[in-house]
């Protein structure tokens, strides 16, 4: 129940987020409006406003409200119970199943939910019919099954009140190859043992709670013979299902036991014999009880068994030989409500595999549902008395359901289409006769209740009804305002007022001239029909990226945006950086956010992509600034040199000194210390040039003292 309530939230949820109106907004009469799920009609006198087209009405309820209508129409669908007997398991009334009878007014698209109830009644009477393979390698077990009257009574009585047990028996049809068809043959098919001619099949007992009755009659039976392995078993099953009356099947839970030792014809195999008259699914018992068209017909298909036995709530039990066990699986694979054991050489086990067989089959129970017209989608949701839960499946399953133990199903039922008249179909447990009567209506059409002919609404020339006017012939309008021109000239001045001035595309293409005046249609207005609200640009899925008012195809921003689609904001908070520098002075703002400079990148640009070239230039101006006096605020803005002798790795060097460059959105700092290597280097470089040039001066001053004296020293030797 809980799952259910959340399950329509959820969805009322949706339509009323997602929203509708787009989707209604075609839907020009009430009756096209209520058929599209989540859209609701306005029906009030007086809605809309003057020129605005009759599918305004049509919005979802949510919507409508806003826009203050008072008259809404909005059918809601629902499940009516109208037979609910409560359940019981008293003889005199069993009810395994509730409710009996219920009623579905559905919206198109719109899921409707309803609960069912099963709870199994124990002490329910059962009919147990024994068809027996007769063919010779059986005559072992028949004697045992001769005794079994009393026994399977007795084992039945520990599950029911009252049960009934019948017989019949199958051999081979008597056509070659299946039988030997001389008739000495056919009146004594065996040698050495007693045995009675071959038969398709044989209505021994009718249904009875006689149990001297059943042994009498089950001891007259002798074995027979055929020629082949099959048998033709499958003739005797449809004959025990479709023969109702012969059988006298009632109204309880009805069990076939399937009893041979080996496999069976299916269709397709009386080719054989010449039989291609395909099985009918009729009843063809004669006086004798004996299937009289069996060398007639052809022996049904494994499908046409199948629904012949769910359509007559008959369990299987194949109760067969171990030598045969895979076929008999598969076999009970594709028929409902069937089930497999295996038979001891003698079928002295029989008694026990039947009431293990009845166990299991009773223990499982799969609600579907039968001939459901097209367009409906029904789901099933089982809560099951072992704790088990199961959701959305195609049918009801819960297995290890004991007696007196309630089972609940949510079914849900969804249409896609609207029905002309009331459509009908079943749901039931397999197996059982107890049934679930659905009947289907789909809401479609809209009962205002407010009709009026020759309405002052619709200047009494039309019928009003649902808010909206159906104009007589020869007017037209949303009002039924306008009179039908009938001269040419008329309609092309007419016409004309639709138009822009130089052009002949009447309403821009958007709408319909009537009386001179554009009925703009979907979302389009405008005297023309030539503003759309909803054309203007996107940003991030938003129109107008939310941050302005589309009016016409074009964006009018709210303060502090710009751009075609609002987009761009005019504030630039977000890209303010320490000193009040933006994008930390190595890039610019546009839309509140930073551009970067090439060579940085970062919300703030304060990353370097190439840092060791782009701070060479401060490290070497930081470091000779004492000696030369000189600022670095070009190549150094907003950094912080910090010396670090200690061991870190540095990825950068610049002539004598190693560096590494952190930053963040204030400022850079640079990390560094000294290429000792390098520095010695230079000094013993710096010291061999100074020595080499103070050498060099005085060796060349002493040298010119000594050639000026010289010289002087020759000149006086000359001259007297």
């Known amino acids: 129940m809980l799952r259910r309530e959340i399950s329509t939230t959820v969805f009322m949820l949706c339509i009323i987020l997602h929203g509708t109106e787009g989707q209604c907004s075609s839907k020009s009469t009430c009756s096209e409006c209520v058929q599209h799920t989540g859209c609701a009609w306005c029906k009030q006198r007086g809605f809309l406003s003057p020129g605005q087209p009759d599918h305004r009405r049509c919005d979802t309820a949510e919507g409508l409200r806003r826009r203050n209508c008072s008259a809404i129409t909005d059918p809601t669908p629902n499940a009516q119970r109208i037979m609910d007997k409560g359940l019981g398991s008293s003889l005199e009334n069993v009810v395994q199943l509730r409710p009996q009878k219920i009623h579905l007014k559905l919206r198109v ?260 549902h039968h001939k459901a017209p097209a367009g409906l989608d029904i789901t099933y949701s089982s809560t099951c008395s072992d704790g088990t839960y199961s959701h959305n499946q195609r049918r009801g399953e819960c297995r290890n359901v004991g007696f007196d133990q309630q089972i609940n199903f949510t079914v849900t039922v969804s249409s896609s289409v609207c029905f002309s008249h009331t459509k009908s179909f079943i749901i039931k447990p397999q197996g059982l006769n107890e049934e679930l009567s659905m009947t289907v209506e789909t809401i479609c059409d809209c009962d205002c209740s407010d009709t009026e002919q020759k309405s002052p609404d619709c200047h009494g020339n039309g019928t009003y009804t649902c808010g909206i006017c159906s104009c007589d012939e020869g007017y037209v309008g949303q009002m ?70 589309c009016n016409c195809g074009t964006c009018e921003c709210h303060p502090n945006y710009e751009g075609s689609a609002c987009e761009c904001p005019t504030t630039t908070d977000e890209c303010q950086t320490g000193n009040g520098s933006i994008c930390s002075n190595h890039g610019h703002c546009e839309c509140n956010q930073c551009v970067c400079h090439p060579g940085f990148k970062g919300k703030h640009c304060t990353v370097s992509l190439y840092p060791c070239l782009q701070y060479g230039a401060c490290v070497r101006c930081r470091l000779s600034n004492v000696l030369e006096n000189r600022t670095c605020d070009k190549a150094c803005t907003s950094t912080e040199l910090i010396h670090s002798p200690d061991a870190r790795t540095f990825s950068c060097h610049e002539e004598m000194v190693f560096f590494n460059v952190e930053s963040n959105s204030e400022t850079v700092r640079i990390f560094y210390r000294e290429n000792h290597n390098l520095f010695q280097s230079a000094m013993f470089g710096t010291l061999v040039i100074v020595c080499s040039g103070v050498g060099g001066v005085v060796i060349l001053g002493t040298t010119m003292i000594l050639t000026y004296l010289l010289l002087l020293n020759i000149y006086y030797q000359i001259v007297p």
Not at 226 to 248: H, R, T
Not at 505 to 521: A, D, P, Q, Y
Not at 541 to 548: A, H, K, P, Q, Y
């Open 109 to 368: 698209g719109v899921p409707q939910t309803f609960e069912v109830a099963f709870k199994r009644a124990e002490g329910y009477p059962i009919d147990l019919y024994f068809l027996m393979d007769l063919s010779f390698s059986m005559r072992d077990d028949l004697e045992n099954v001769k005794k079994l009257g009393y026994k399977v009574m007795s084992a039945l009585r520990n599950v029911t009140h009252a049960a009934r047990i019948g017989f019949g028996a199958f051999v081979e049809k008597r056509k070659m190859p299946y039988v030997n068809t001389k008739a000495d043959k056919l009146a004594e098919p065996c040698h050495q043992h007693k045995c009675q001619p071959s038969f398709s099949f044989q209505h021994v007992l009718k249904l009875t709670d006689n149990m001297e009755d059943f042994e009498t009659e089950v001891s007259k039976q002798y074995i027979s013979t055929n020629e082949d392995l099959p048998e033709s078993g499958f003739d005797g099953v449809m004959q025990v299902a479709v023969c109702e009356k012969e059988i006298g099947w009632g109204n309880v839970t009805r069990i076939l036991v399937y009893l041979s030792d080996d496999l069976f014809h299916m269709a397709g195999d009386g080719r054989l014999a010449g039989i291609v008259t395909p099985n009918d699914g009729k009843c063809h018992l004669n006086r004798m009880g004996f299937y009289e068209k069996g060398e007639l017909h052809d022996y049904p298909s494994i499908a046409h068994l199948s629904e012949t036995l769910t359509k007559n709530h008959i369990k299987i039990i194949f109760a067969i030989t171990k030598k045969v066990l895979e076929s008999y699986q598969a076999l009970s694979e594709v028929i409902p409500q069937s089930v497999v054991g295996i038979l001891e050489s003698d079928s002295s086990n029989v008694v026990q595999l039947i009431s293990d067989a009845y166990n299991d089959l009773v223990s499982k129970l799969i609600l579907e």
């Open 480 to 549: 039924c305002e306008c009179e039908k021109q009938q001269n040419a000239d008329s309609i092309l001045s007419m016409d004309a007022l639709c138009s822009p001035i130089n052009s002949t595309n009447m309403c821009s293409g958007h709408g319909s001239c009537l009386c001179g005046r554009c009925i703009c249609h979907g979302q389009y207005r405008g005297q023309y029909c030539q503003c759309d609200d909803t054309s203007c640009n996107h940003h991030k899925n938003l129109i107008c990226g939310g941050n302005g008012r």
